[in-house]
């Protein structure tokens, strides 16, 4: 299953932008769904992930307080709200979908799948 992330762009720092990850089914929405972003020349790094359901919710300490995600299981969408943008969020955010469905707790990074095409954040200063 491959899931299609969007809404990215280019802002200045301070700005907001939302991103949206759009999964083909709506079966995709019984697994959690996890953001993650890749700088130029650095690896994938975790952001933020909801249980399937949208109560379980963690963050990476870089965004904890500025983004929030969100889901939409009615709409097959999962959000990336990102506030007060720095420089250093700019990448290339991608989104994924555990591998196991109803699962209980937020998955490792190993257990994702269904990597897509990211979309493109730049901040400027």
């Known amino acids: 299953v491959q899931l299609q992330a969007s809404g990215g762009g280019s802002v200045q720092a301070g700005d907001s932008l939302r991103l949206s990850c759009t999964a083909p089914?709506?079966?995709?929405?019984?697994?959690?769904i996890a953001w993650f972003r890749q700088a130029p020349g650095r690896e994938r790094e975790f952001v933020a992930a909801s249980d399937w359901a949208g109560v379980a919710k963690d963050y990476a300490a870089a965004v904890k307080g500025r983004f929030t995600i969100s889901r939409s299981n009615a709409e097959r969408t999962v959000y990336l709200q990102m506030n007060s943008l720095k420089p250093e969020d700019t990448a290339i955010y991608y989104c994924?979908?555990?591998?196991?469905?109803?699962?209980?707790?937020?998955?490792?990074?190993?257990?994702?799948?269904?990597w897509g095409q990211g979309t493109q954040v730049t901040v400027s200063s």
């Open positions: 089914t709506r079966n995709t929405m019984f697994y959690a």
């Open positions: 994924a979908a555990d591998n196991k469905k109803y699962r209980a707790t937020i998955p490792q990074e190993g257990e994702y799948a269904g």
